[in-house]
């Protein structure tokens, strides 16, 4: 697509991003040789929404991106191709509507507060503090540590720890959201090096490899190569007319 040509182009030069002054905003970077893509939110002033997306059955991203009209989205978590569903909990509005006790969990509770955190093997929880959440995510940065372990957190699927492309979501110490992709082939460690970058203090890793996808307003800046069943969206409040 034109707008990822564009994207790209410009990287090669110098790193790209919007006036900070948005509480949403777009940039990009690249790292040795590898580029990232990454959608940066502050969640300081109450201007910005964050929610699960997700659908009963595998279906292309833009029929997602359509249900809620976001201003970013991004790849959610795991999935079974013959289930077609997330193989972990997944929390839209307060509902249950995926289940599956693995992994580390992205949560936006009531206020609007998100969260990363752990959560223990086969154990089932009660999300009654969350309105949304995604839980088997892959932790991939803990307290400015970039330390993964998916075989400690009971991941078996080889492909994780790998090479592939990437998705993560990412807190700072200030209160910004990340969303970071990236459409090369990099390990965790790789990718949470990159996500440090942008001063991200705890992240995890979500679903990658073909199912990689970043939206920003309008737009696919990476394309999955196949359908999905889930995503983690950011709304913009509009601002108060006086």
């Not at 900070?20 to 201007?47: N, T, W």
């Not at 075989?151 to 990340?178: C, E, N, Y």
């Not at 995890?204 to 996808?213: E, F, K, N, P, Y």
């Amino acid at each position: 697509m034109v707008f990822v040509a564009g994207i790209l182009a410009a990287v090669a030069l110098a790193p790209v991003s919007e006036p900070a002054a948005r509480p949403i905003r777009y940039e990009s970077f690249k790292q040795g040789k590898l580029y990232f893509h990454a959608v940066v939110a502050d969640m300081s002033q109450d201007k910005v929404t964050a929610e699960a997306c997700y659908s009963d059955r595998l279906t292309g991203a833009w029929n997602l991106i359509s249900q809620r009209q976001p201003a970013a989205a991004i790849t959610g978590t795991f999935f079974g191709f013959k289930s077609q569903q997330p193989v972990a909990d997944v929390v839209v509005d307060g509902n249950l509507v995926a289940s599956g006790n693995r992994g580390s969990a992205v949560g936006v509770d009531w206020q609007g507060k998100v969260h990363i955190f752990d959560t223990q093997f086969q154990q089932p929880i009660e999300w009654y503090s969350y309105r949304h959440l995604i839980r088997g995510t892959v932790r991939l940065i803990s307290d400015g540590k970039v330390a993964p372990n998916p075989k400690a957190q009971h991941f078996t699927d080889k492909s994780i720890w790998g090479r592939a492309a990437r998705t993560g979501v990412g807190l700072t110490k200030d209160d910004r959201l990340v969303l970071m992709a990236t459409p090369n082939k990099v390990t965790l460690s790789e990718f949470g090096r990159a996500m440090k970058r942008l001063g991200v203090t705890n992240a995890v890793s979500l679903d990658g490899g073909g199912s990689t996808m970043l939206y920003y307003r309008g737009e696919l800046v990476l394309s999955p190569r196949r359908n999905l069943s889930n995503l983690f969206i950011l709304h913009e409040r509009a601002p108060v007319k006086h």
